[in-house]
Structure formats: structure tokens, C-alpha cells
């Protein structure tokens, strides 16, 4: 017999504003892109939960406007609604700003505030966030970096961007530009293979306007999850101490995805007809940073042994946009009919739903059969006539936390009776068990209770055990 564990970790409600920090000589614009982090409607709402955010308006003698669309001869307007639909789609803010004579670098906070959403975890009521914005004055005759921006990089974890940079004028003495990252994932080099790592340029008063290329380097990592970052280059020396230029990163996660079940462990009854449960997956299919069209079918679908179940359809397409309802952030339904199987050794049968693809263009996406992750989700079949009684079939436990459930015996046994409960070798090693019961011929029928733990760990990720109950002695060998 088994049970299974699930307990996921919780994302609070936020904002998401790539880049984080915005740099414009005056007189010209940039932009800016926000979303939301999570979802503010809850599964099967009802009613307005749609999420307005609110870009502050700077003060008319900055010289800085905002504008959340192009068209420049209507007012500026200020406000980006997020849906249930599009909360993960980031959507544009335009900065612009205008010359001045005043001699002056300007440096000034957008703040953003967010409105609306569900109740409770999905209440978006107090969530701000900000954008800091460098405008740099262009009269000053002072010595700085040429050019005086630079691009934001948007490319697949792995990869290394050349940028060049020198400076405008002569300097009065050697000049050190030093190469920071707000993310240690994101780094720098002097090559384009990302081998030899620096952290500075060096200009002298003979080269200071020929340009030095260096790369930033996106470092890869194992959590599916898209990284940025914000880089700065600062100046210190030859009269350009405090000179600073800035720009944004976003590191695309060229990860497999994982398949995500709305329901885990799928149980089903040997008699009790069929179940459904839907299935997505965690991200976007990714190669080389950008999105790409899969032909049909994506995935396969098999059932572990069609004696205990079959399931269908036999195959799922999943694409990058939500075509017909097949896309990647989409739950598909699969649809479970147990087979009724008068040769259970066990109160539960433990099988699996399968997910596997021989297409030839995933051999560069790493998708097949062996290696891709999460291909499988557990399924209890849940016998007709049990020989151990549990009180539950599944249970959810929050991290750090535990949970109970009880046994006891069907039928009276002849002499005493161990019960082992063992955890699953692919299952969390951050779930404990109680280890075993002892059931005797007075007792058989007293439920006795298991303690299950689930440690508290860093990740941002659901976990999932199964526990095995295997029961030996009076009859029940």
C-alpha cells in the first residue's frame, strides 16, 4: 500500500521592471517594461480582479515624462492593466526626456504601485515597485564614456555579449572603469568563450578613445527560472571619478521544462470509473534564447501498465502561444479509466503516467524519453478490497510542517503483524515517515497514526514523496 505526499512552496505578490535601472542622455527616451510576478486571479474566480499599476509622473521641472503608449498626441497616460490572462506578459512604459541648459546630471526615482487582484494571496492592494533613472547632461564639456549608453542584453543563459566602451575626451590621468553585476550569475571577460574572467577596463591619456570590447557573460544554473540583472560601469581617476553608465540584463533559462499535474497523486478507484487531470508545463520550449514552433506531437502519453489503467489521449502538443488552448501555460486534460484487477497485492497500486518524445529536432532542447524532467506523474489505484485500511489515500503537507494519517488492519490476522513504512527511492528526501506499527490480534482493528515531516528547503519548487506501507506476518505475508 502508499501514500503521497505534496507541499509546495508560496510566491508572494509583486512587480517585475526590467531594467531596474535606466540610463538617458537628456533629450532622448528609453523604456522600460513591467509585469506582474504572479497571477492576482485565483483557480475558478468569480468577479473584477484585474490589476492596475500606476507609473508616477515626475515632477514638470525634471524635464522626464511617462507614457504607456507611443502615440504622442494624446496626454501621456500613466496606468498598464494585468488581467488573469496576461499578468505574466510584460508590457512597454516609454520615458522621455528633454534638453536642458542647466549643466546638470539628473538622477530621479519612477515609482510604481499596483491596485486590485483577488483577495488574500492575490491581493495586489499594497504592491509597489521603482525604476531609477540616470539622465545624463550632454553640455557639461566634460570628459565621459563613449558612448554614453549602452544596450540592454536579452539573450539564453550560456552565452557572452561583446560590448565596447572608451571615453569622450583625454584624460587628465590613467582611468580604472570597474565591471559590477547585481546577480553572481551574470559576469564579465575579456573573450568571447567567457574564459578569462575581469572585473575592470584600463584607459591610459594615449588610448582613452580607442574602444575596448568586453563580454558579459550569462552564466547557466539549474533552476528554470529566467535571471536578470543590472550592470554598472564606473569610472575612478584621471577627473572622471563618479562617471557611471548602467544596463540592464535578462538571462532567458534554456532549462528543460518540467510537466506540472493540477492534481498529484492522481487516485483512482479500481471500480469507481474514470478521472481526469490536467497537465502544463513549467516554461516556454527555449533554444538559443529564442522560442520555437514544435511539430505534433510534442509529447506522448503512456500508461506504466495498461493492466492497472490506460489513459488518453495518447499524445499533447504544447506551443510558446496559446493557440486552441494548447499553450505551454495551458492545462491539458488526460483522461485515467482503471482496469478492475482481482490480483492486487497491495491496498494501493502505485503506477505512473508517462511522458516521453523521439522527435529529432529535441535532441537540441535535451527532450526524450530518458532524460526529460518530471516525465511522469504517480497514480494510485486504490483496490477493491484492501488488506490495509488508511484514512487517507493522499495528504498535503507546508513546509516545515507535518502531517498524519491512520492504518489498520482489513481482516484479523493469526499473529502479530509489522507494518514498514519506507519512502520511495524517487521521492523528496525532504519528507520522513513514521517507520513502522505493529498491529497484534486484539488490536488489528485500532487505527494507529503516521507522522509524516516535510523539512523546509530554498527552493521555489513543489515537492512530491510516496510511501510505501508493506505489511508481513499473521497471514498477511
Partial sequence: AAVTLGFADKLDAGLRSLPAR???????????????????????????????VTIAQPAASTGVTIDTD??????????????????????????????????????LTLSLSASGGGSGDYDYASVTGSVELSV?????????????????VIDAEGSAVARSIALSQQPSAAVTVSLSSTNSDVTFSSDSAGNTAITELDFTTSDWNTAQTFYT??????????????????????????????????????????????????VVNEDGGTVTVGVRLTQKTLFNGSPIRLTNPLLNVTSSDTSVFTVS???????????????????????????????????????????????SNFANLNYNSTN???????????????????????????????????????????AQVMVALERTAASSTDVTVTPSLTFTTDNWNMAQTVTVSAADDDDAFADTAMIDLTASGGGYA
Fill in 217 to 266: 557573460v550569462l552564466g547557466s544554473d539549474s533552476d528554470k527560472i529566467n535571471d536578470s540583472a543590472e550592470v554598472t560601469l564606473s569610472a575612478s581617476g584621471g577627473g572622471l571619478s563618479g562617471e557611471a553608465i548602467h544596463y540592464g540584463v535578462t538571462v532567458i533559462d534554456t532549462g528543460r521544462p518540467d510537466i506540472i499535474p493540477s492534481i498529484s497523486p492522481v
Fill in 313 to 359: 489521449p495518447r499524445s499533447l502538443e504544447f506551443q510558446n502561444h496559446n493557440n486552441n488552448n494548447k499553450g505551454w501555460d495551458h492545462y491539458q486534460t488526460l483522461t485515467l479509466t482503471p482496469v478492475n484487477d482481482s490480483t492486487f497485492t497491495s491496498a494501493i497500486k502505485n503506477v505512473t503516467i508517462n511522458f516521453s518524445s523521439a522527435q
Fill in 136 to 152: 545624463r547632461d550632454t553640455d557639461d564639456g566634460t570628459a565621459s564614456f563613449n558612448p554614453t549608453t549602452l544596450a540592454n
Fill in 22 to 52: 535606466l540610463s538617458l542622455d537628456e533629450g532622448s527616451s528609453g523604456l522600460f517594461t513591467v509585469r506582474l510576478t504572479t497571477s492576482p486571479t485565483p483557480k475558478d474566480s468569480a468577479g473584477n480582479t484585474d490589476v492596475t
Fill in 70 to 107: 507611443t502615440d504622442t498626441s494624446n496626454s501621456n497616460q500613466n496606468t498598464l492593466t494585468f488581467t488573469g490572462a496576461n499578468w505574466h506578459t510584460a508590457q512597454t512604459v516609454y520615458v522621455r526626456t528633454t534638453d536642458d541648459s542647466d549643466y546638470a546630471h539628473a538622477r
Fill in 372 to 414: 526529460f524532467p518530471g516525465a511522469s506523474i504517480p497514480v494510485q489505484v486504490i483496490d477493491d478490497d484492501p488488506d490495509l485500511i488508511l484514512s487517507e489515500a493522499s495528504l498535503t503537507v507546508t513546509e516545515g510542517g507535518t502531517g498524519t494519517f491512520t492504518v489498520k488492519l482489513a481482516n484479523p490476522p493469526s
